[in-house]
Structures are given as C-alpha cells and as structure tokens.
C-alpha cells in the first residue's frame, strides 16, 4: 500500500507569494494531521481533519495558514502570503481509526521543505 | 508545560552495541500512550513502537523494545544490536485521552562503525 503522499517535496519562494502544499493520506485513514518543523519549535501540530471536516485549528499560526480538505483522499495546506519564519519541514499524517484511541498510531509522509526567501 | 522531556540532544553508539535513548513524560492521567518515531536523515518520520499505560508488559518490535517505568513516568527506547541505518533523530511521543499527540524534542542517535 502506498504511504502518505505529500508534494511537492521541496519548495523555494519569495516572501508574499502564496504557497501550497499538498497530502494524499492513506486510503481508509479517517484522520489526517498537518505539523510543521523547526529546530527552534520542534513538530508542533497545525490542524486536524476527521472524515473531512476540521476538528481543531488553534495550532495554525495566524490567518495566513489555511487548510481544506475536500475529500476523502486530498488535503491542502496554504501559506498567503508567506514570509521568512515560515520556513520550515511541513509534515500530513493520517491515523486509520474512527474512534480517537490512545493507540491511535499516525503514518507521516515524507514531508515538503519551505523555503521562503 | 512540557510534557514530553528527551534529555540527550546526541547520542553516539558503537554498532552491534545496544543503546537507550531516555524519554519522561507528564500526566496527571491514568490512561495514555506512548509512541517513539524515527526521522532519518531523508526526513521522513516512521513508527517504531507503542506502549499503553495500561500494558503489563514492555512493548517490543524487532530490535526495539520500551523500557516503560510507569512510577517514573519514563519510557525509553532501547535500540539492540545497534545498525549503522539505526542513525536517526528519534521522538519520543504522548497522547492523553481526548487530547493530541505531543512530541519531545528528539535525540540524534549516531551509529558508529
């Protein structure tokens, strides 16, 4: 079975273009997380979805994060307009139960490295 | 607050040597688990093991194995007969019930040949 896809792998952009990134979770995964990664935050959660719908968005940072996820099998993080400190590894992870369980395991996918110049 | 401590930024082991990389949590819950993953230099972040709070036993998956002291509240990561491919950040992970999964801030483990 195919992981969870993200693309693109990298990204470089200039500061005020928007940015998106993209996650295709692992089919039949009910859950689907965003993080993001920085030497100096460490993983810190951004937002989650549960069949499709947002659940909890207090870690993105500010109304310039936005996150959709029209079906079952795409998600999408955007940045507008990105600066500097949004420079970062972005990770999308899926979990497959339908009932939050403590062992509840979530398979990442390789992530996308920002750049914003 | 902090609830996911991994005190050993690096960790350097000889191959073919065991070595635990040391994780203590805070909760006030009976009910929780545990999660250890591995980041290798390429980025990605895989699964290694779980333990519940609630397991008698240490968990155990191949060459890896939770030294869970839960009166400590500390769950280490015991990596045997240590691979040159085992170097790698390592996170250490929580989740209380109906809350999400923290990660501690990693150790980066090398391998030495």
């Known amino acids: 079975d195919a992981g969870v896809i993200q693309s693109p792998r990298h990204e470089v952009t200039e500061m005020g273009q928007e940015v998106t990134l993209r996650c295709k979770p692992i089919s039949g995964h009910d859950y689907l997380f965003w993080y993001r990664q920085t030497m100096m935050r460490g993983l810190e959660l951004l937002i989650y979805?549960?069949?499709?719908?947002?659940?909890?968005d207090s870690g993105m940072p500010e109304d310039r994060f936005s996150a959709k996820m029209p079906n079952a099998s795409f998600s999408t993080l955007k940045i507008q307009p990105s600066e500097p400190r949004d420079s970062a590894v972005y990770f999308c992870a899926s979990s497959p139960r339908t009932v939050r369980e403590l062992s509840d395991t979530q398979y990442f996918g390789p992530g996308t490295r920002l750049t914003v110049l | 607050a902090q609830k996911i401590t991994q005190t050993q930024p690096g960790m350097f082991v000889q191959e073919k040597e065991a070595v635990t990389l040391d994780c203590t949590y805070d909760?006030?819950?009976?009910?929780?688990?545990l999660f250890w993953y591995k980041q290798p230099s390429s980025g990605e972040m895989i699964f290694l093991i779980y333990q519940g709070s609630y397991d008698e036993q240490n968990a155990t998956e191949g060459r890896y194995s939770l030294n869970f002291q839960k009166a400590r509240k500390s769950a280490n990561l015991v990596i045997s007969a240590s691979q040159l491919g085992d170097s790698a950040m390592y996170f250490c992970?929580?989740?209380?019930?109906?809350?999400?999964?923290?990660f501690g801030a990693g150790t980066r483990l090398t391998v030495k040949p």
């Open positions: 909760t006030s819950d009976q009910s929780y688990g």
């Open positions: 979805f549960n069949n499709n719908v947002p659940i909890d």
């Open positions: 992970a929580m989740r209380e019930v109906g809350n999400d999964m923290r």
